[in-house]
């Protein structure tokens, strides 16, 4: 059974940032993606940003390009979000999901596999 589970939120002022993580485990993946999504009470889950963790290739909402970078480590099944110069409309909760045909896709369906989610406020 797959298990993805996300880490690293938390509660910063605007400017702030912070680190979140997304580990896959329980079975042995030749190459997917993974990508981050966020969501707040009363809307759709909304793509932020994702990678290929086989060829690297990185994808970005054009809402965080420039102060949201996602990286991978493959060894670990991992991949992060680095987030800088947090803004109050940062605040949601964030979800990792993991596609396993490799493919980075910008609709929640598209991912086989989520995690429980993690809180970021970013407060004024």
């Known amino acids: 059974q797959v298990q993805v589970v996300e880490s690293g939120g938390g509660s910063v002022q605007t400017g702030g940032s912070l680190r979140l993580s997304c580990a896959a485990s329980?079975?042995?993946?030749?190459?997917?993606?993974m990508a981050w999504f966020r969501q707040v009470p009363g809307n759709e889950r909304e793509f932020v940003a994702g990678?290929?963790?086989?060829?690297?290739?990185?994808y970005y909402h054009d809402s965080v390009k420039g102060r949201f970078t996602v990286s991978k480590d493959s060894a670990k099944d991992t991949a992060y979000l680095q987030m800088n110069s947090l803004k109050p409309e940062d605040t949601a909760t964030y979800y990792c999901?993991?596609?396993?045909?490799?493919?980075?896709?910008?609709?929640?369906?598209?991912?086989?596999?989520w995690g429980q989610g993690t809180q970021v406020i970013v407060s004024s």
């Open positions: 999901g993991v596609n396993t045909e490799n493919l980075v896709t910008h609709q929640p369906f598209g991912y086989e596999y």
């Open positions: 329980g079975r042995t993946f030749e190459t997917f993606a």
């Open positions: 990678i290929n963790l086989g060829a690297g290739g990185r």
